[in-house]
């Protein structure tokens, strides 16, 4: 039985949502042949049609309903803080995104490379020719505002970072609303924010880790959603809302943003030329269109330029050079795309390092063959489907044979092709790379509801009446399961708990202290500990990889005035030891 659970575990709510989705069927069936007429199934339904009534006046309202929807995933996802706990960091991405928010908390925009940089090199980060995060900075400063907005930094539970990824996370669930209310009734729009709400809003790793997604999300979902206002109404507004989710996609997801964005750009050209499809409206004269779309769009996206190009300015040396290219160029041997060509081997400081960028080479090549190109897309797709879809969505996309025919919907069927073409050419995808199409699925799954609501009638309707109680119950279920310790998934609160816990400890303590991490010949490549604030010299705690006896002495000499500790990072109770004499 145990070995059954531990081949389970990873799928277990996708399970448990499968089987509470045959018995709505099953409810649906049954209570369907047991009524002998139409009418009196639907005499049965009453209540529910006083809830779609209810439902259809509050969406009416659709700056109200918009907000709504953020406001209660930031409301529910903050009372469940006693069950769910505040996440802490786990993966590389994540501690290089805090990196990033603690330099912009302290007022700078990168950081001078530290005396002892060799001692504190970790994946994701540039530590020549400054000291900063390899990503763009826009997570970096939504975390950093949540910082500022809540409590100063504690370094033990990183409330205030937490903060501001819990608001852009509301923010993107407000504008996956106010994009669907542009292109569908309101009610549709409302009822498919409520199902990203529950889907990606409160218990995804989107809300409860650190990763840059929700920010992208919001990106795309203010394009997407100013191209038909824009289409109906021309108004400068409007082209600011969408030059500023061209400038986040810019700043946290490029290269997925740019193959999302082209698609747009070309329908809008082809409108303003007066050669868009016949459901369009005339395009508008030509300087409503300058005055109202071309001028706020470009000036909006000059100042974007400019300031992105100012960041990399003084992290890089060059505004037209990423961190990533230059973290990529000193540290990887495999390159994004599968076409290129992998680079020589650099020269590696640490053991660690150099096993996993060999373990990304090994990757690279082996995806780049036809035996490991297929099981690899398989991998992506399977991985997108559970976290995007699972049982529950997969339902709705019965109709979208349906759908795909709808002339509206060309546009957004374009981009969801462009997109997935330019993900099988990556070399990793993980689920959050597709986070600025995130607006395109869930208008394709309100639409493919939308038909089966009217076409399948009764069945279609009790079926989407289905998929939205289903998906509460989820919510309820693994809430409830973690409020007593049922192991349906992993256990919350999220993160390197061992690493906090020390981390907590030390601070605790009234002197500074150093800690050096070794870890053992089994080492897992995707635990890291050492990570470090963006000013070294003044934390409290630092973190410094073991290099041996001799080359630690430097920085024992440099830190003299600090207790330095030891820690064994895969040790299975990981406890901060005195550092030998």
Known sequence: MQNLYVQLAPSLVAIIELVLLFAAAALILFSYRRAQTFSQYSSRRLSFRRLECTFTRIAANRGLAALAVGFAVIVLRAALIPILGIPQPRWNDEFSYLLAADTFAHGRITNPTHPMW???????????????????????????????????????????????????TGAMCSALCWMLQAWLPARWALLGSILAALRLGILSYWMNSYWCASLAALGGALVLGAWPRLRRHPSMRVSIFMALGLIILANTRPYEGLVFSIPIA???????????????????????????????????LALGTIATGYYYYRVTGDPLRMAYQVNRETYAMAPYFIWQTPRPEPEYHHEIMRQVYERELAEFEKYRTLSGFFPGLGWKLKSWWQFYLGPLLTLPLLALPWVVRRRKMFLPLVICVAVAAAFAVQTWTLPHYFSPVTCILYLLLVQCLRHLWHWWRPLGREIVRAIVVVACAMILLRVSAAGVHARIEPAWPRGNLERAAILHQLQLRPESQLVIVRYGPHHDLDKEWVYNEANIDTAKVIWARDMGRNDNQELLEYFRDRKVWMVDGDSPSPQPLPYPD
């Open 118 to 168: 060799i001692h504190f090199e970790s994946f994701h980060i540039i530590e020549h020719p400054t000291y900063m995060s390899m990503y763009p900075p826009g997570q970096g400063l939504v975390l950093a505002a949540g910082q500022a907005l809540g409590q100063p930094y504690l370094g033990d539970d990183y409330l205030g970072e937490w903060i501001g990824q819990l608001l852009v």
């Open 266 to 300: 070309a329908a809008m050209l082809l409108w303003m030329a007066g050669r868009g499809c016949h459901d369009l409206p005339d395009r508008p004269v030509l300087h409503v269109t300058l005055s109202r779309i071309i001028v706020p769009i470009l000036l909006t």
